[in-house]
């Protein structure tokens, strides 16, 4: 395997409409979601690994959750996770993280992607970094994967690139917020708009200038601590320093303002696992197009359901359609699928 390949592996978020499965104590990421016997960040760690070197995947995390990662990725070890003292949104980890890389290797080429992501097709993955790797080695660019999207989606960003780009990798116009639906059907009429699945690569060379063009104050305030990154006194700079950086994403931060930032529309399927409906859509169903996982049921007039327990519980439903329900320790959450966003909302009341 080639020794300059890099992921930083992003694994700090809760996943708050995944509740009450997910949780902050126990996040998503840390859950097998989809019934397959691996959690989600263990598939990640192990599709990186086709491609990447197992100790050159560092884990980017809260510091609540660094226990979790060791029994969950025991094949890691403790210098590879970095932690973060405070959320600070994806700007401040990234930097961080790749300013360790770089200390360690300069001419490192990096994929960041997150931890809780369905991807089918794994070689196809592999292939869609491979060539972004490759192009990254002899380009100065900050690249993205953009997927192809399938329908309106409310939910996600949006990469614009030029229509009349023809080339393979393309150049990104802009990148758009999430969109109401007729903004949203009207990107995929026009056929030159991807979904923004958040997996960026790039040289370390060229994200590091490019937060030192962008956010010459972010920058400067983590240079402070480059003499010491690698070492045993990195662990009480970032204790100190990391909650001043600012609260940014990378998005915001540099990819809406560089010029060299570029697209290649992905070749696999992908999902980003965000919602209870989107887990849904992955899963397998029954002839009412119901979905289980590690339940016992018992179902009449009931169609379009997620149902999901915990030690094989039986279920029995009867006339409920359009369901999310959820058995999770003290916490049963029976809510109609088309009303899941609003699962995050109730999460806070109930705090």
Not at 282 to 299: C, F, G, R, Y
Request: glycine residues 4%; aromatic residues 12%.
């Amino acid at each position: 395997m080639n020794t300059n390949y890099y992921a930083i592996l992003m694994a700090g978020g809760v996943g708050s409409r995944f509740w009450p499965v997910s949780t902050t104590d126990f996040p998503k990421q840390f859950h097998d979601m989809l019934g397959t016997g691996d959690t989600l960040i263990q598939k990640t760690f192990s599709r990186l690994s086709q491609l990447i070197p197992k100790e050159n995947i560092l884990i980017l995390t809260n510091e609540r959750y660094n226990d979790l990662v060791l029994e969950q990725l025991p094949q890691v070890k403790q210098e590879q996770i970095i932690l973060e003292p405070a959320m600070r949104n994806t700007a401040p980890c990234i930097l961080y993280a790749s300013l360790k890389i770089k200390k360690q290797n300069p001419n490192a080429v990096v994929v960041v992607a997150p931890s809780d992501h369905w991807i089918e097709d794994e070689l196809q993955f592999i292939s869609n970094i491979q060539r972004s790797f490759d192009y990254c080695v002899l380009q100065e660019t900050l690249m993205t994967l953009g997927i192809l999207p399938t329908f309106p989606n409310t939910g996600y960003g949006y990469i614009e690139f030029d229509k009349l780009d023809t080339r393979p990798i393309k150049k990104v116009a802009q990148f758009r917020e999430k969109p109401d639906y007729p903004t949203a059907r009207k990107f995929i009429q026009s056929r030159n708009f991807l979904w923004n699945a958040g997996i960026f690569i790039w040289s370390i060379k060229a994200i590091t200038e490019a937060f030192e063009e962008f956010q010459p104050e972010m920058y400067e305030h983590f240079m402070n601590g480059y003499a010491v990154y690698n070492t045993p006194a990195e662990k009480a700079f970032i204790l100190e320093n990391y909650p001043k950086a600012d609260n940014i994403s990378i998005d915001y931060a540099i990819l809406e303002k560089a010029q060299n930032v570029y697209v290649l529309p992905a070749t696999f399927d992908w999902n980003d696992l965000g919602t209870w409906g989107s887990l849904y859509d992955k899963l397998p169903k029954d002839k009412q197009e119901n979905a289980i996982i590690n339940a016992k049921v018992l179902l009449e007039n009931a169609s379009n359901n997620i149902i999901r327990t915990e030690n094989k519980k039986t279920v029995v439903i009867d006339g409920l359609n359009d369901y999310i329900i959820v058995d999770k320790d003290d916490v049963l959450l029976i809510y109609p699928k088309n009303k899941e966003q609003e699962i995050k909302a109730i999460v806070n009341k109930l705090k």
